[in-house]
């Protein structure tokens, strides 16, 4: 299951419309999560948890700190049954409990 179908269904049971637009110019919104991942930057791999999930991005709380712009994969599973989801992406924003990451639109 890709995670774009994986996050709608969640949507469906959250009773989330799929056209919501959240608030700070998201146009997707995010789904609450936790789930742990390995999260791989400059040849090193460490493991974090993805706290909220869309298909453009996610927030993973990280005790690592990156800069805005530093390249990053993320490999999570979605269902137990499937492999695990392997994404691309960039850091868009940092704080002290994590960052934001924006997904490579073409592994989506």
């Known amino acids: 299951m890709g995670i774009k179908k994986w996050l709608v269904n969640v949507g469906r049971l959250l009773g989330v419309k799929p056209d919501f637009?959240?608030?700070?110019d998201r146009s997707d919104i995010r789904n609450q999560c936790l789930i742990?991942?390995?999260f791989s930057y400059f040849g090193n791999v460490d493991s974090a948890l993805i706290?909220?999930?869309n298909g453009s991005g996610a927030f993973v709380e990280t005790r690592k700190r990156f800069s805005v712009g530093e390249v990053v994969r993320l490999k999570f599973?979605?269902?137990y049954l499937d492999p695990p989801v392997?994404?691309?992406g960039v850091i868009a924003w940092t704080g002290s409990d994590g960052v934001g990451v924006?997904?490579?639109p073409d592994d989506c």
């Open 21 to 24: 637009a959240m608030l700070h």
């Open 36 to 38: 742990a991942s390995e």
């Open 51 to 53: 706290r909220n999930l």
């Open 77 to 79: 599973p979605l269902h």
């Open 86 to 88: 392997e994404l691309t």
């Open 102 to 104: 924006k997904f490579n």
